[in-house]
Antibody
Framework: QVQLVQSGAEVKKPGASVKVSCKAS????????ISWVRQAPGQGLEWMGW????????NYAQSFQGRVTMTTDTSTDTAYMELRSLRSDDTALYFC????????????WGQGTLVTVSS | DIQMTQSPSSVSASIGDTVTITCRAS??????LAWYQQKPGKAPKLLIY???TLQTGVPSRFSGSGSGTDFTLTINSLQPEDFATYYC?????????FGPGTKVEIK
């Protein structure tokens, strides 16, 4: 069965970077796009960007341009999201999500990785 | 960017009620709309895509309709497990955007 398993919770200081991993199983990572979505405590869902694991193409939300990098390692079926220059308002639950087919509907979600930014 | 709005922001309902949630896009998105259900502490779950197609395994009491800019999620015969927050999402173009959510609470 399809699963996306993310790395564990992180605590970072303001200005630091964090890299979250997302390992896919039950399918080949190269077959479907991966997006990253975050959710601040008690808030809604915010799309951060997308990567095509088959060719490495990316599309980042404007609000994260210059601070985020999404990559994949197809040899291990793992996607990564690195966010730099962390601020307190980056404290959130970060989800990797799989696109359904060739659409931007999200049919499988990782369990989420809590990133806490605090001095 | 396409802005998504939802109404109401919250609704109180009883078991067996019918609940209707509305989602509006700031510009036409054809049928490129999905609905998700999220329970506290859990990842969202895809309920409906292309505005009206039920995801595999989702109960038939959930239905979606609409196209262009106005969409509706209807939950018939509300069940205890349906109390959650519901989000719409447009998949027409990048950046992908979500509505602010509608919380369905127990009356």
């Amino acid at each position: 069965q399809v699963q996306l398993v993310q790395s564990g919770a992180e605590v970072k200081k303001p200005g630091a970077s964090v890299k979250v991993s997302c390992k896919a199983s039950g399918y080949s990572l190269t077959r479907y796009g991966i997006s990253w979505v975050r959710q601040a405590p008690g808030q809604g869902l915010e799309w951060m960007g997308w990567i095509s694991p088959s060719n490495g193409n990316t599309n980042y939300a404007q609000s994260f341009q210059g601070r985020v990098t999404m990559t994949t390692d197809t040899s291990t079926d793992t996607a990564y999201m690195e966010l730099r220059s962390l601020r307190s308002d980056d404290t959130a639950l970060y989800f990797c999500v799989r696109e359904a087919g060739y659409t931007s509907f999200f049919d499988y979600w990782g369990q989420g990785t809590l990133v806490t930014v605090s001095s | 960017d396409i802005q998504m709005t939802q109404s109401p922001s919250s609704v109180s309902a009883s078991i067996g009620d019918t609940v209707t949630i509305t989602c509006r896009a700031s510009q036409g998105i054809s049928s490129w709309l999905a609905w998700y259900q999220q329970k506290p502490g859990k990842a969202p779950k895809l309920l409906i895509y292309t505005a009206s197609t039920l995801q595999t395994g989702v109960p038939s009491r959930f239905s979606g309709s609409g196209s262009g800019t106005d969409f509706t999620l209807t939950i018939n015969s509300l069940q205890p497990e349906d109390f959650a927050t519901y989000y719409c999402q447009q998949a027409n173009s990048f950046p992908i955007t979500f509505g602010p959510g509608t919380k369905v609470e127990i009356k």
